[in-house]
């Protein structure tokens, strides 16, 4: 359950780091329009969040909150892993977690699916985390599998 919650959170922050990057970096408006949405944004998160955003071209600035307080770089970080990742990946990338009986085992071999542990991101996809585990069981059912007498190994 720590590990979902985990997810959920890292998901949210890498959403909202995202959108703050897109919405400043998309949008040609000035400072305080770009300032006052983001605001407006933010104002139902409680969270310390500081940035600042400038057009390349010109260096005017789109954007900033708390420009100079220090904070960790982590959310920027997962800008740029998730940049490469989707350079390396490719767009059409889906997870794949893979089901297998071993033994009197249940072996559940994950690579990370964010919607797995997000019932909010589950949903703004048209599911639930659910899902998942429901075509598990009709997998396992399908094959003949009506009981594990060992354990399920993650």
């Known amino acids: 359950m720590i590990r979902a919650i985990t997810r959920a959170c890292r998901t949210r922050r890498l959403a909202t780091a995202a959108w703050v990057c897109g919405a400043l970096l998309a949008s040609p408006v000035a400072a305080a329009p770009g300032e006052q949405a983001m605001a407006a944004y ?3 998160y ?7 955003a400038v057009r390349l071209a010109d260096g005017a600035v789109l954007a900033s909150r708390d420009a100079e307080t220090p904070l ?6 997962k800008l740029v892993s998730s940049a490469v ?14 089901l297998a009986v071993l033994a009197d ?3 559940l071999v994950g ?9 909010v991101l589950a949903a703004e996809r048209g599911g639930s985390i ?6 598990w069981a009709d997998q396992l059912k399908a094959g003949g599998v009506t009981g594990i007498k060992g354990n399920l190994i993650v």
């Open 42 to 44: 933010l104002a139902g």
């Open 105 to 107: 085992d249940l072996l």
């Open 46 to 52: 409680r969270t310390q969040v500081a940035y600042h």
């Open 111 to 119: 690579d990370g699916d964010p919607v797995l542990g997000d019932p």
């Open 130 to 135: 659910y899902d998942s585990f429901d075509a």
């Open 72 to 77: 960790p770089p982590a959310s920027v970080q």
């Open 85 to 98: 990742a989707l350079t390396v990946l490719g767009e059409p990338f889906h997870f794949t977690t893979r």
